[in-house]
């Protein structure tokens, strides 16, 4: 009994300790840096883009990444992206036709810019994406 009583008491701690983190978690605002596609090589692109952002909070810059589906980006426009015959990865989506990654993400930030985050407001460089905006926001200080 003795000794499962100390496991006992640090599970316990894990536990609350992740219900109050995500209890604490506020929501925030952030813009889009840079989009990048998800490739496995040699020739497989993933339906998923590869976001890093930047926020302000407390008086610091802080910057964060994540994931999301590249169909969240394109709406409920059909699309199609795959490598050409110079290996270069092309979307087709809403009759565009785009060539290279670097056109690719050029329109995707086009049409997003922003994204609303979850940070702790303990350790602020811990974020995780909630959704995208097309539009521009503003926060009052």
Same mark, same amino acid.
Not at 38 to 43: E, G, L, R, S
Not at 122 to 127: A, I, M, R
């Given at each position: 009994? !003795?000794?499962i009583l100390p496991f006992i &008491?640090? &599970?316990s701690y894990f536990i609350i300790r992740r219900f109050f983190y995500q209890k604490r978690k506020i929501k925030f605002i952030a813009s889009i +840096?840079?989009?990048?596609?998800?490739?496995?090589?040699?020739?497989?692109?993933?339906p998923e883009v590869y976001i890093k952002f930047k926020y302000y909070y407390g008086g610091g810059v802080y910057f964060g990444d994540g994931y999301t589906l !590249?169909?969240?980006m394109l709406d409920s426009y059909d699309y199609s992206i795959n490598f050409n015959q110079y290996h270069l990865p092309t979307?087709?989506?809403n009759g565009k036709f785009f060539i290279? +990654?670097?056109?690719? +993400?050029a329109y995707l930030l086009s049409k997003y810019n922003i994204v609303t985050i979850f940070i702790d407001p303990? +350790?602020?460089?811990?974020?995780e994406i909630d959704e995208l905006?097309?539009?521009?926001?503003?926060?009052?200080?």
């Open positions: 009994m !003795l000794l &008491i640090i &599970i +840096e840079r989009i990048s596609l998800c490739f496995i090589q040699p020739d497989l692109i993933l !590249l169909c969240d979307l087709f989506v290279t +990654e670097e056109h690719i +993400e303990v +350790e602020p460089y811990h974020s905006y097309n539009e521009s926001m503003s926060v009052k200080l």
